[in-house]
């Protein structure tokens, strides 16, 4: 079983690897912005100008990012009992801001271009520019992607899904700086539409996955996962309600389980450890709470039905009926003399009669064992039943009735 130290440690481990992702990003929009903006400027062209500020929007996001995965490492503390996990996911959300402005501003300027009818001079070495930038941030996305992937990190993964929009819009303002070369400036107009539609895209993206955690919602499909495993789990009737929520990449699980009601206190709580180990080991779940009720008692456990049913049954094995069955292996008889018998001896002994039972009682030890009294012919006869699969007698003891 994780220790709960364990799964800490593991955790700031894995923001620890984040941050070096954010950094690499950081390094590498620094040096592709710086230039693109000086290309696009000297060149005139509005689609490098716009990818150039793509990246400048990308270098404060992911300094945005790096500032709230440091953060987010602070140990739990007495106002934050849960951590500073979710700083990482409002991270995500500020970055998403920051993309929204530069996006829709990228846009209004790119428009009033084109209804301006501006004409620019294009350098074809912009094109150039471009493909370079779109190599390597091709690079810095496969190298995020996978290290999210290893720190179970959703901001990286965010921003990797930046890096994979940046190699598009560069590879697009290529495009647009080679077609207007060839006196199709109006591409580069369209280009630098598109490009801004990216940046939008991309950040809506992670403004919905990082709101979605910060609301506490949480994906049904894990739930439904979880659900499966635990009933897999021996002696759990049902999983009656489950909660789940995120703390930046760490799962948080309340769970309510039905159990029968006949299980000792010790019982169940070895059940719920069960369930703990299950789900950190296999799902990687941080923080369990398991909670247990009683579940509900099945029609023919109900008091007045196990009456009836025994009632048979005692019938049954004085008509010599059913003693495989009904006797458990252990069965000990104590007859009106104190002399012991087991269940062989009972078989070949015991003659088939009709009985005739009198002040038949049934009394309740717990849901799962019941003492019955009765008399017959003049002696007093108690039984002790126990259901395992199916209702066994265990003990049996004739005594004389005294006036």
């Known amino acids: 079983m994780k220790s709960k130290e364990g799964l800490v440690e593991k955790s700031q481990s894995n923001l620890k690897l984040a941050e070096r992702g954010a950094l690499i990003s950081i390094v590498a929009y620094l040096l592709l912005s710086a230039a693109k903006l000086a290309t696009g400027h000297l060149l005139h062209s509005s689609s490098l100008v716009a990818d150039g500020f793509n990246n400048l929007s990308d270098i404060i996001s992911n300094v945005a990012l790096l500032i709230g995965i440091r953060l987010a490492r602070q140990p739990a503390d007495r106002d934050h009992k849960f951590g500073h ?11 998403s801001i920051i993309m929204f402005y530069v996006g829709f501003d990228v846009l209004r300027d790119t428009l009033q271009k084109i209804f301006s009818n501006e004409t620019v001079s294009i350098d074809p070495l912009g094109a150039g520019v471009g493909v370079v930038s779109a190599l390597v941030m091709l690079g810095v996305y496969f190298y995020n992607l996978r290290l999210a992937k290893r720190a179970k990190s959703k901001a990286l993964k965010a921003a990797a899904k930046d890096n994979l929009s940046d190699v598009v819009t560069s590879l697009g303002t290529s495009i647009a700086i080679a077609a207007s070369a060839f ?22 993206d992670i403004f919905m996955e990082s709101s979605f955690s910060l609301s506490d919602g949480f994906d049904d499909s894990l739930l439904e996962d979880y659900e499966k495993a635990i009933l897999k789990l021996p002696k759990i009737a049902r999983v009656k309600y489950q909660r789940g929520r995120t703390y930046g990449s760490n799962i948080y699980l309340d769970v309510v389980l039905e159990m029968n009601p006949d299980l000792s206190v010790y019982e169940s709580h070895a059940i719920t450890e069960e369930v703990e180990d299950l789900l950190k080991e296999d799902f990687g779940v941080f923080d369990i709470d398991v909670h247990v009720e009683p579940s509900s008692i099945p029609e023919d456990e109900l008091i007045e039905n196990v009456e009836k049913k025994l009632l048979t049954y005692e019938k049954r094995l004085y008509a010599k009926q059913e003693f495989d069955t009904l006797l458990a292996d252990n069965y000990t008889l104590i007859d009106d003399t104190g002399h012991e018998h087991n269940k062989a001896e009972l078989i070949e002994a015991l003659a088939s009669d009709q009985v005739q039972f009198q002040n038949f009682e049934l009394e309740s030890i717990s849901q799962k064992t019941k003492l019955i009294r009765y008399e017959l012919d003049g002696q007093i006869h108690t039984s002790l039943w126990r259901r395992h699969e199916t209702w066994q007698k265990i003990f049996h003891q004739i005594t004389n009735k005294t006036d």
């Open 85 to 95: 996990w979710k700083i990482e996911d409002l991270a995500s959300l500020v970055t």
């Open 183 to 204: 006196n199709y400036p109006i591409v580069d107009k369209i280009v630098a539409i598109i490009i801004t539609f990216f940046i939008l895209k991309t950040a809506y």
